[in-house]
C-alpha cells in the first residue's frame, strides 16, 4: 500500500514540476510534456516507496 502512495505523490510532484519549472527549449525528454513528468514522478515515487528488499 505504501508504494502505491508514494507513486500517487510522485506523479503529483513530477506533473507539478512540468507545471512550475516545465521545458522552455523543448528538447527535455522527462519535462517537454505532463504524461511524461507524471510518469517519471510516479516510477520514481513507487522506486523510493517500494525501498530495498
Not at 10 to 23: I, N, T
Not at 30 to 48: K, Q
Amino acid at each position: 500500500m505504501l508504494p502505491v502512495f508514494y507513486a500517487l505523490l510522485g506523479g503529483a510532484l513530477g506533473f507539478g514540476y512540468y507545471k512550475l519549472v516545465g521545458c522552455r527549449s523543448g528538447v527535455c525528454l522527462i519535462t517537454r510534456n505532463p504524461w511524461n513528468s507524471t510518469a517519471y514522478g510516479a516510477m520514481m515515487g513507487f522506486m523510493l516507496g517500494a525501498g530495498p528488499r
